[in-house]
């Protein structure tokens, strides 16, 4: 059964790092283009950042580039995500998602499996 595991969030301070990483299994890892989104509450769940199934291409909302980094790794089956220079409006819960054969995508519906979130709050 497939399943994704995102870890590594948690309380940071403005201006900090932070890295999650999702862990997946149950699937052909190197078939999927991978996704991050996040949803704040109150909110729709929003594009933060994509790439594809060999790592070759990556695209990000406006929100956070230059401050994020999407990174994959195949042979573990992980795919990261680098937060850096942190705000407060960052604070959401962050999804990693996995989309099959699929170009790097910002739209939620494309993706075909979703982990359980992990929460990043980013105080003042």
């Known amino acids: 059964q497939v399943q994704l595991v995102e870890s590594g969030g948690g309380l940071v301070q403005a201006g900090g790092s932070l890295r999650l990483s999702c862990a997946a299994s149950g699937l052909i890892f190197s078939r999927y283009a991978m996704g991050w989104f996040r949803q704040a509450p109150g909110k729709e769940r929003e594009f933060v950042a994509a790439i594809s199934w060999s790592g070759g291409t990556a695209y990000y909302a406006e929100s956070v580039k230059g401050r994020f980094t999407i990174s994959r790794d195949n042979a573990k089956n992980t795919v990261d995500l680098q937060m850096n220079n942190l705000k407060p409006e960052d604070t959401a819960v962050y999804y990693c998602?996995?989309?099959?054969?699929?170009?790097?995508?910002?739209?939620?519906?494309?993706?075909?499996?979703w982990g359980q979130g992990t929460q990043i709050t980013v105080s003042s």
């Open positions: 998602a996995a989309d099959y054969f699929r170009a790097p995508s910002g739209v939620v519906a494309s993706y075909d499996y």
